[in-house]
């Protein structure tokens, strides 16, 4: 009576789920990973190129804010000096300002012009007022 009780197994017998082997299999395939890296690695380089863009307009609008910024304070010395005609260029670090006073009936016209290089390119600004004289 080899076997009569069902807990009581011959030494050689194999349990059930063992012969069965079209149990589902869990974990990821080969291709189902490499899939996911590609899928990764596309995200982090879009994530790259997007921080190299925010970086090059966050330090463009930090030069075109110091370019307004030379050129306010530069329209307030014409403003302290009065309606006085005169013309001239002044270097503040990388910006060149060239401004002009020119006299009217009692007004005067302030033009200043910004320059500076950024990326290898010149740019331009330029900024105007008028004074009462």
Not at 26 to 42: C, D, N, S
């Given at each position: ?38 899928l990764l690695t ?49 270097t503040d670090g ?40």
């Amino acid at each position: 009576m080899p076997n009569s009780h069902p807990s009581r197994r011959s030494r050689h017998s194999l349990p059930a789920r063992c012969l069965d082997r079209r149990l589902p299999r869990t974990g990821f395939t080969v291709a189902e990973l490499l899939v996911g890296l590609l899928l990764l690695t596309v995200g982090l380089i879009g994530t790259a190129g997007t921080a190299t863009v925010l970086t090059y307009h966050t330090a463009a609008s930090v030069r075109a804010e110091r370019a307004t910024n030379a050129a306010l304070s530069k329209l307030a010395t014409v403003r302290a000096t009065g309606c006085v005609a005169h013309s001239g260029t002044d270097t503040d670090g990388p910006l060149t300002l060239s401004w002009t006073v020119r006299i009217g009936d009692r007004s005067a016209s302030a033009d200043v012009i910004v320059t500076y290089r950024e990326l290898g390119h010149q740019r331009v600004r330029s900024y105007s007022a008028s004074l009462l004289c």
